[in-house]
């Protein structure tokens, strides 16, 4: 690695190691069956169980942790064919630890973003979950989640969604508190990721008592953390209970964690879920602000997926792909958009493809959420027609 911040490969990480290649090299094989990625995706799914085996205190969460590592096992399970007895085990131990975080969690709300989001909180545990609403032991806790999450949709400052204002804490480290709450907008972190886990949810025919009003707050929420622009609304990453709506004057970056794309996407899988057009007209507006921006205001630096071009690509063809009319702009800029990451192809680069850290210069990272793994899924799912199921992991769909 060249240059990178103390980040430590790992066999259970989503974003970061073996559990996000292992879904790389999933679809690859739903793409080309009889190309041998069934045997590089075999091998890093047994490092990640092998690895379950030494680390018994593993987290609940999507990007490091249980909910993860059995996304990716049922992924590449061929519909429950194979790894039977260790995807049992491995779903078993979820439904224990989520059942013991619901207990524990208050019924007011959270303390911290990362107890509800989706890279790290009961988000994540539930876009798993909905992979598997037709496995009778999956849906009631399903259930159960998604309304805790409706209640705390309810709530009002300093409760529900609004959380402790201090910065993350570092993983494994105990949650940071500050008398100063905030909501965050994003998808990643942020309510975004629940409007969007409700959306999913609601199209593969979960019904969940106050699921539609839950979401109505959500994107009243969304709205109340807009800001003008000279190119149309910017959805800030996050509103403060101590002054009104958001907390910088420049525009939120243009990716899929915050910012107007990712958030657009949540939207308009809402709008569409439960017919409310007006919500798919926002995500439209936010869509085209986003992409008449300026490249030094968008701060898009690399061409990976988090906050990367392969992001913007996939999430600008899945919006396009449910957008009831065609918009001759957002085609033009995903055109430029594909253009421009297949112009950072490398074949000298360690993986093709390289991150850039606005800090550091060029990261070389093999990884799914800031590596090479993120840009290869999203050019084998434009170049052929199976269709991009491991977008679940980022509530894209
Ligand atoms: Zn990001």
Same mark, same amino acid.
Request: aromatic residues 12%; without cysteine.
């Given at each position: 690695m060249v240059g990178v911040p103390a980040l430590q490969w790992s066999a $259970?990480?989503?974003?970061?190691?073996?559990?996000? $290649?292992?879904?790389?090299?999933?679809?690859m094989?739903?793409?080309?069956?009889?190309?041998?990625?069934?045997e590089a995706a075999h091998s890093y799914i047994a490092r990640s169980a092998?690895?379950?085996?030494?680390?018994?205190?593993?987290g609940l969460g999507l990007y490091r942790g249980i909910s993860g590592l059995a996304f990716a096992m049922r992924y590449l399970s061929l519909r429950g064919q194979r790894y039977a007895r260790a995807l049992g085990r491995v779903d078993s131990l979820l439904v224990d630890q989520s059942t013991a975080t619901l207990d524990r969690l208050p019924d007011a709300g959270c303390t911290a973003s990362d107890q509800y989001d989706l890279i790290s909180g009961v988000v994540g545990v539930g876009a798993y979950l909905s992979t598997m609403t037709d496995a009778p032991s999956a849906v009631p806790l399903l259930h159960? $989640?998604?309304?805790?999450?409706?209640?705390?949709?309810?709530?009002?400052a300093p409760d529900g969604f609004w959380t402790s204002a201090a910065p993350l804490p570092e993983p494994g480290r105990p949650p940071k508190d500050s008398p100063v709450r905030c909501l965050d907008l994003g998808v990643a972190h942020g309510i975004s990721g629940v409007l969007a886990l409700l959306a999913v949810c609601a199209r593969h025919g979960v019904d969940v008592r106050g699921m539609h009003g839950a979401a109505d707050r959500l994107v009243t929420a969304v709205r109340h953390g807009l800001t003008d622009t000279p190119w149309g609304p910017d959805v800030a990453y996050r509103r403060h209970d101590s002054h009104p709506h958001h907390e910088t004057s420049t525009p939120s970056r243009v990716a899929w964690c915050y910012g107007n794309l990712g958030v657009a996407r949540s939207l308009q899988l809402a709008? $569409?879920?439960?017919?409310?057009?007006?919500?798919?007209?926002?995500?439209?507006?936010l869509m085209r602000s986003a992409i008449r921006r300026p490249p030094d205001v968008t701060r898009i630096s690399a061409p990976t997926f988090c906050h990367g071009q392969a992001g913007v690509l996939h999430l600008l063809t899945r919006f396009q792909d449910d957008l009831p009319f065609h918009d001759p702009l957002l085609t033009e800029y995903a055109e430029s958009c594909l253009r421009s990451v297949l112009g950072q192809y490398g074949p000298q680069k360690k993986f093709g493809f390289s991150d850039f850290h606005p800090l550091t210069g060029p990261v070389d990272n093999p990884g799914l959420l800031e590596g090479a793994a993120g840009v290869a899924l999203v050019l084998a799912s434009l170049a052929g027609d199976v269709p991009?199921?491991?977008?679940?992991?980022?509530?894209?769909g």
């Open positions: $259970l990480d989503t974003a970061f190691g073996d559990v996000g $290649l292992a879904v790389a090299f999933g679809y094989l739903r793409v080309e069956p009889d190309s041998g990625w069934d092998a690895a379950l085996e030494t680390s018994p205190h593993i159960r $989640l998604l309304g805790r999450l409706v209640a705390w949709s309810g709530r009002s709008g $569409l879920a439960f017919s409310e057009p007006a919500w798919g007209q926002l995500a439209h507006q991009p199921d491991w977008e679940r992991l980022f509530l894209i």
